[in-house]
Nanobody, 118 residues
Framework: VQLQASGGGLVQAGGFLRLSCVAS????????????MSWYRQAPGKQRELVAS???????NYAESMKDRFTISRNKAWNTVYLQMNNLKPEDTAVYYC?????????WGQGTLVTVSS
């Protein structure tokens, strides 16, 4: 299984970005419908933290500080997860990682850097 994240970049405070993460490499006859898909982030000198998740049941969950500004979604094929980030703040600067998980199967993407200037 491979995860390819994209969409990061440099943006001014108050701006927006949309991150995408495409999952590929499912076994023949299988899909990613049964996987939870999530975004995490890690700022310099800080631990990785959950940003938002989209479960295989269709439920979403957000970190408290981001739930009013960020929106997570999945495409119809359920192999791509998006993170719409609005009203970005300098403290949102981090490397953003996508993750998919089902039971013991846990995969990470390579990360995409988001830099928010003040």
């Amino acid at each position: 299984v491979q995860l390819q994240a994209s969409g990061g970049g440099l943006v001014q405070a108050g701006g927006f970005l949309r991150l995408s993460c495409v999952a590929s490499g499912a076994a023949p006859g299988q899909s990613f419908n049964s996987y939870d898909m999530s975004w995490y982030r890690q700022a310099p000198g800080k631990q990785r933290e959950l940003v938002a998740s989209f479960s295989s049941l269709g439920t979403t969950n957000y970190a408290e500080s981001m739930k009013d500004r960020f929106t997570i979604s999945r495409n119809k094929a359920w192999n791509t997860v998006y993170l719409q980030m609005n009203n970005l703040k300098p403290e949102d600067t981090a490397v953003y990682y996508c993750n998919i998980k089902r039971g013991q199967r846990d995969y990470w993407g390579q990360g995409t850097l988001v830099t928010v200037s003040s």
